[in-house]
């Protein structure tokens, strides 16, 4: 017999039972992920509105405040297992507030916490008076650029995070 010690033995069950629940409880499982992919699901480590870039190559999370009037977005890698630097300085998003185009114009935020400047970040925020008062809104950002892959005209509704097949070049 392979097993020859009896606390062996007894701790089989209960190690094939661990491994079992590591299995099924991991990223892996039957749960549908809210941004249409089967498989597994990832939720926005702020709360906020998920896009997805690509097929899962990377997304940008949308975060409101709308006491402050600010939007902000952080771009996160694949599967949304941490946040992706990037070199853009600004995202340019143009949303339709009451049938009017607003723009805004997201800037890089440099953090000396995590040593993140512009030109090297993961976060971008804009300001505008529109966002205290405006909780939905159809959007389109311009461009964003992650790991040499340009994912460009990206539309989608706020908060929903409906977001089309995404354009690459």
């Avoid at 952080?74 to 070199?87: C, D, E, N, P």
């Avoid at 939905?136 to 461009?143: G, H, I, M, T, V």
Wanted: glycine share 10%; proline share 4%; aromatic share 6%.
């Amino acid at each position: 017999m392979f097993f020859t010690s009896r606390l062996t033995m007894k701790s089989l069950p209960a190690l094939l039972a661990a491994l079992a629940l590591a299995c099924l409880g991991g990223c892996g499982g039957d749960s549908k992920p809210a941004h249409g992919h089967e498989g597994h699901h990832h939720e926005p480590p702020h709360g906020g509105t998920a896009i997805d870039l690509g097929d899962e190559e990377a997304h940008l999370e949308f975060v409101l405040d709308a006491s402050a009037g600010k939007l902000t977005a952080y771009v996160l890698k694949g599967h949304m297992a941490g946040f992706q630097r990037i070199t853009q300085e600004s995202l340019e998003l143009t949303a339709t507030v009451g049938g009017k185009p607003e723009t805004l114009m997201l800037k890089a935020v440099a953090n000396a916490a995590t040593g993140e400047k512009v030109g090297d970040t993961s976060q971008f925020e804009a300001q505008a008076d529109w966002l205290k008062t405006t909780k939905s809104f159809d959007a389109e950002l311009k461009s964003v650029t992650v790991k040499d892959k340009a994912f460009t005209a990206l539309k989608f509704n706020f908060p929903k995070g409906e977001a089309p097949a995404a354009v690459k070049k």
